[in-house]
């Protein structure tokens, strides 16, 4: 293909963005339908919010230190019980007690994430379809379990889990072969990355580094003279902090797998990845710890959250049709969470790691393009998120069950406590393998919305099923209005 003097191959424009000189490629199309360059300096976005996040984890990491060091070896050492002497209810116990049962669970969510990784590279439609429908059966067993132990609370809530996680796989059922489809293509292309499984791997053991401390200050919460309400209290404000910690190494990890598949993608007509720039991992890794850091620290706090809401809405909205007044109310929810969706979305991640924009523009900008081109439909259509989040479920679960039998079997007045607690950090850890895949597959939306020939190039037949699905869901839209339209 010929080129003017302001237009650049795709291959080479993105080829810049990882330039050493912090400067971003911006893809344009001119007039002839070529790419132009349009060169920014990035930016540091979002400080306060990064400011907060570091201070958070050196703040907690001293309450950590003191509520594990307090039962250490020896009951109240650092002499706290002093200010919990009004909710003194149970006996007293020891950090050394509880921390084994957290370092077993945290081996076991590494061992899972890794394996899970490994069979998802060689069994792709097996552990989806696992991911998928054994979930439900799960969380009913587990359900089923609690109330055996007369823990009420926690097993009418996993009854619950499990009914919406069946209802949620029912409505969605007619989607999954294309999102089985999607999902193989994004494992394809991660693992053709060796380097960035690599570096997923690395940020895993950060995580269990720093879940080594943070399951040290559980274990004297637990451990403590506290009665339950005060340790559930204390034992919440750990678990949201662990959430968050987990969220941002997780969406590093997406920024930087973001970067490197767009990199594939647009060198996609060259010699492979010999025409790959050698610091393009180097600096992807660089710019998602500094300047685009803000950004993660900032969309970590909330995109998890919506997502998830939006899901169980849009699977539950599908299936009310013939409810008016039911329809109206959910409809109005619907329409509360597009427009939280609009400022707070995953794909937000590759417009940070290509653009070096701030969250809440990179989101913007995201969730824009995907409307001018139609791409919103695709994008609503496939559940390759929610699939990804069960396999990060059921691994929590695992993980949880594992160590609720330990303590259950050495003290089973803290099972619960334990379980939960050993439930997320799993969760977490799965999770850190499973952002791989998500973020492949946000990468692949985002090229499709910019340059559909990007993913044609890569894989035709690809291409072809996309468009195709696109057209329909897009057909299936308009057939929608038009009914709507006419009742009114």
């Known amino acids: 293909m010929s080129e003017s003097s302001n ?38 976005h979002d400080v306060f919010w990064s ?39 149970n006996h007293k116990g020891l950090t050394e007690d509880y921390w084994p049962l957290y370092a077993v669970a945290g ?31 799960y969380l009913a067993v587990v359900s089923v379990l609690c109330f055996w132990c007369r ?28 999102t089985m489809l999607v999902l193989r293509k994004a494992l394809k292309l991660v693992w053709g990355l060796p380097k960035v499984i690599m570096v997923a791997h690395a940020f895993t053991i950060v995580m269990l ?26 034992l919440v404000v750990l678990s949201v902090s662990l959430f968050w910690t987990g969220a941002v190494l997780c969406n590093t990890v997406h920024v930087i797998v973001s970067g490197m598949v767009f990199h594939v993608l647009f060198h996609c007509g060259q010699e492979e990845s010999s025409s790959l720039p050698p610091s393009s991992l180097i600096d992807s890794l660089r710019y998602a710890v500094t300047t685009s850091f803000g950004s993660i620290c900032y969309g970590s706090l909330f995109t998890a959250a919506i997502r998830t809401l ?18 109206c109310c959910v409809d109005f929810l619907f329409h509360l969470v597009e427009t939280l969706v609009r400022f707070f979305n995953k794909y937000a991640y590759v417009q940070i790691a290509v653009y070096g924009k701030g969250f809440n523009k990179s989101a913007r900008d995201a969730w824009e393009l995907f409307q001018s081109t139609g791409v919103e439909a695709l994008v609503a259509y496939d559940c390759s998120g929610a699939v990804l989040l069960m396999g990060t479920i059921f691994g929590g679960l695992i993980t949880g069950s594992c160590i609720g039998i330990w303590a259950w079997i050495k003290y089973s007045d803290r099972v619960i406590m334990v379980a939960s607690t050993a439930m997320l950090m799993g969760m ?29 190039r890569w894989d035709a037949d690809f291409y072809t099923e996309m468009s195709e699905v696109l057209h329909r869901r897009l057909q299936h839209r308009s057939s929608r209005a038009r009914e709507v339209s006419t009742t009114a």
């Open 7 to 44: 237009s650049v191959s795709p291959s080479s424009d993105y080829a810049s963005i990882s330039s050493g000189d912090q400067s971003l490629q911006r893809s344009r199309r001119s007039g002839d339908g070529n790419r132009a360059i349009v060169r920014e300096a990035r930016h540091w």
């Open 51 to 89: 400011a907060i996040f570091v201070i958070h984890m050196i703040c907690l990491g001293f309450v950590l230190a003191v509520l594990g060091l307090n039962r250490f070896r020896i009951s109240d050492r650092l002499n706290i019980d002093r200010y919990t002497q009004g909710f003194l209810e």
């Open 107 to 137: 081996g076991i969510g590494v061992f899972i994430s890794w394996v899970w990784s490994l069979l998802l590279g060689s069994y792709a439609n097996e552990m989806m379809k696992v991911s998928v429908h054994i979930l439900t059966t």
């Open 151 to 178: 823990q009420f609370f926690w097993g009418g809530a996993f009854a619950v889990g499990a009914l919406l996680q069946f209802l949620y796989v029912i409505s969605v059922i007619d989607r999954l072969p294309f």
């Open 209 to 234: 580094l720093w879940m080594s401390l943070w399951s040290f200050g559980a274990a004297g919460v637990v451990a403590s003279s506290m009665g339950d309400e005060g340790r559930w209290w204390l």
């Open 310 to 327: 939006r899901w169980e809405i849009r699977g539950f909205r599908s299936k009310i049709c013939g409810n008016e007044c039911l329809l």
């Open 428 to 456: 977490v850890l799965v999770g850190l393998g499973m952002v791989v895949v998500e973020s492949a597959v946000t990468s692949i939306y985002i090229c499709f919305a910019e340059d559909p020939l990007l993913i044609q």
